[in-house]
């Protein structure tokens, strides 16, 4: 769960921090906002750091980020604290190397949704297949003893009506597996964008 956390946030943090240091604001302060902020996992690991700042336990910024380091799971994530951490103890361009790792975030989520997209091409026909001619197929089933009533009875001999029922009940029940087992397939294919 946090991973998928972290990879929906990271992009509007990115772009947060940028817009906040382009305009002056200092590196604590801007951790400071996207910690009360609503990103999620990203605003607790923030607010956390700050707090720990605050009370002044566990070292420097330099030491919480490199703790926070530890604790991240996408790579995205991962790269942004190294690029902070890397900021506070070289005193590199910030600005300018969050920018293009937005601007890469942007390119990786156009792929994966992208890819996703692709990926879930065939479902929604597959889904009304499914769900319309497994039906209507297991419907003539049913009704097979009835048409072999009579005259074509003689012919063949048929099963018993409970167990033609019973095969029909079945695959009606098999056809809403598949279909949620298809369904849930696709959700969980889900880039989380």
Not at 37 to 57: H, P, Q, T, V, W
Not at 110 to 120: D, G, H, P, T, W
Not at 146 to 156: A, E, K, T
């Given at each position: 769960?946090?991973?998928?956390?972290?990879?929906?946030?990271?992009?509007?943090?990115?772009?947060?921090?940028?817009?906040l240091m382009s305009s002056g604001v200092g590196l604590e302060a801007a951790i400071?906002?996207i910690g009360q902020g609503g990103y999620g996992i990203i605003s607790e690991d923030?607010?956390?750091?700050?707090?720990?700042?605050?009370?002044?336990?566990?070292?420097?910024?330099?030491?919480?980020?490199?703790?926070?380091?530890?604790?991240?799971?996408?790579?995205?994530?991962?790269?942004?604290?190294?690029?902070?951490?890397?900021?506070?103890?070289?005193?590199?361009?910030?600005?300018?190397?969050?920018?293009?790792?937005?601007?890469?975030?942007?390119?990786?989520?156009?792929?994966a949704v992208e890819k996703y997209i692709e990926e879930l091409g065939g479902v929604?026909?597959?889904?009304?297949?499914?769900?319309?001619?497994?039906?209507?197929?297991?419907?003539?089933?049913?009704?097979?003893?009835?048409?072999?009533?009579?005259?074509?009875?003689?012919?063949?001999?048929?099963?018993?009506?409970?167990?033609?029922?019973?095969?029909?009940?079945?695959?009606?029940?098999?056809?809403?597996?598949?279909?949620?087992?298809?369904?849930?397939?696709?959700?969980?294919?889900?880039?989380?964008?």
């Amino acid at each position: 769960m946090r991973l998928l956390d972290e990879k929906r946030e990271l992009l509007y943090v990115i772009r947060t921090f940028d817009v906040l240091m382009s305009s002056g604001v200092g590196l604590e302060a801007a951790i400071h906002t996207i910690g009360q902020g609503g990103y999620g996992i990203i605003s607790e690991d923030f607010a956390g750091l700050m707090k720990r700042l605050r009370k002044g336990s566990g070292g420097g910024l330099d030491k919480q980020l490199k703790q926070l380091m530890k604790s991240a799971e996408s790579p995205g994530y991962k790269r942004l604290l190294n690029t902070l951490y890397t900021n506070v103890t070289q005193n590199t361009d910030l600005v300018e190397t969050l920018k293009k790792q937005g601007t890469r975030m942007e390119e990786e989520r156009s792929e994966a949704v992208e890819k996703y997209i692709e990926e879930l091409g065939g479902v929604p026909e597959t889904l009304l297949s499914i769900g319309m001619i497994g039906p209507i197929i297991l419907s003539i089933v049913g009704l097979v003893p009835q048409l072999m009533s009579g005259d074509l009875g003689s012919f063949m001999s048929l099963p018993d009506p409970a167990v033609i029922a019973g095969v029909v009940n079945m695959g009606l029940v098999m056809t809403l597996v598949a279909m949620f087992f298809i369904g849930l397939k696709a959700h969980t294919k889900d880039p989380g964008l």
